[in-house]
Structure formats: C-alpha cells, structure tokens
C-alpha cells in the first residue's frame, strides 16, 4: 500500500495518503476528488560531503579489518 503525495486542483492543498487498491483518494481539506499526483521521492538524495553518515568503503565487510572500520557498521 503505497503512500502518494497529491495536490487538490479545488482548493490547492498538498498532502500525502495512503492509497490501497480500488480506492478513490479525496482532499482532506475540501473533499475534493479531482487531484493531481505529486512526484514523490522515497528519500531525499544526500549532497556530497554534508552526511553524518560514515563513508563505506569497496571492500567493507571482506575481513576483520573491517570491523574497525567506521562504514563496518553499515553492512554488519
């Protein structure tokens, strides 16, 4: 059961809903049925060198090494 992002063509309100098989989405603003779906991302691309994330390298997880590692916990 995806989660679909819409603007309401009626009264101009963003929002997102989960939308299930044969169901018909409404705005929960207005009630309005006429809805354009809005692209949505699944999660925000990360800018280069902004992350508080440890970078992972090629060969993380190939020996013990690795588990000093600070991306070893990514893939542990």
């Known amino acids: 059961m995806p989660i679909y992002g819409y603007q309401c ?4 309100a963003s929002f997102q809903t989960l939308v299930r098989s044969g169901e018909q989405p409404a705005c929960p603003s207005c009630g ?4 354009e779906q809005q692209l949505s991302l699944i999660a925000t691309p990360a800018r280069g060198g ?3 994330a440890p970078a992972a ?3 993380a997880g190939a020996g013990p090494s690795c588990a000093a590692c600070p991306g070893a916990a990514m893939f542990g």
């Open 32 to 35: 309005a049925v006429e809805l």
């Open 9 to 12: 063509k009626q009264c101009g």
């Open 50 to 52: 902004d992350s508080d």
């Open 57 to 59: 390298c090629a060969n």
